[in-house]
């Protein structure tokens, strides 16, 4: 089956410091969705990517479309306390609309 | 964005036992909700999807005789565990679909989820 790819599992930065983090696929996705979850809550969407290529950004973050539409990155800029979390990729390869996730990477911040 | 809510938030059930939990979307009609079952540590995993007035979709591995669901109206979706063991404890997710002109741009609302511990 699909598979989304996201590596490291577990992420440490300093406050102020932006990260990048990367979702990879073998197989194509025609959307591209970053997700962030706190700890006994569900996903909350951050960014949506619909066409190749695509750069959007939410307040500090910022994602990308890859342009070969298997993978996709999410940079936060000058990072916070509350950015901590687990941070999900997902796919949707069409119009069932069901969703593939990624693992996750967990990003604790140091003060 | 759009509410979701799941009840309960969490529910500790003996071996056994039946234990239903509730989905809703709060603030538009939902066609289609999602089912996922989340591990610790581990991704969301697609369990089924609920259809609104016809059968769930279960996806491979997944008994359909086990998490059995009912999607009654456009705005409550249940997954009910029964006969639960403590393999199934877990953290469950929803979803609800809320539909655009594009199938593509289509976007899931995600619950609060609600953590089983069956003893």
């Known amino acids: 089956g699909q598979q989304l790819n996201q590596s490291p599992q577990s992420m440490f930065i300093q406050e102020g410091e932006d990260v990048s983090m990367n979702c990879t696929s073998s197989s194509i996705f025609n959307t591209w969705l970053w997700y962030k979850q706190d700890p006994g809550e569900g996903p909350v969407l951050l960014i949506a990517l619909y066409k190749a290529g695509e750069l959007t950004s939410n307040g500090r973050l910022t994602a990308q479309f890859g342009i070969t539409r298997k993978d996709s990155f999410l940079n936060i800029s000058a990072s916070i306390p509350s950015d901590v979390g687990i941070y999900f990729c997902?796919?949707?390869?069409?119009?069932?609309?069901?969703?593939?996730f990624g693992k996750g990477i967990t990003l604790s911040v140091r003060p | 964005g759009a509410v979701v809510s799941q009840h309960p938030s969490w529910v500790i059930c003996k071996s056994g036992t039946s234990v239903k939990i509730e989905c809703r979307s709060l603030?538009?009609?939902?066609?289609?909700m999602f089912w996922y079952r989340q591990f610790p540590k581990q991704s969301l995993m697609l369990m089924a999807t609920?259809?609104?007035?016809?059968?769930?979709?279960?996806e491979q591995g997944v008994e359909k005789d086990k998490f059995l669901i009912n999607h009654a109206s456009l705005t409550l979706s249940t997954l009910t565990v029964t006969s639960a063991h403590p393999e199934d404890s877990s953290f469950y997710i929803c979803?609800?679909?809320?539909?655009?002109?594009?199938?593509?741009?289509?976007?899931?609302?995600f619950g609060p989820g609600t953590r089983l511990t069956v003893l």
């Open positions: 603030d538009f009609q939902a066609t289609t």
């Open positions: 997902a796919g949707n390869t069409g119009a069932n609309s069901k969703l593939t």
């Open positions: 979803s609800a679909l809320r539909t655009s002109g594009r199938a593509l741009r289509n976007e899931q609302f």
């Open positions: 609920s259809n609104e007035g016809s059968k769930a979709t279960y």
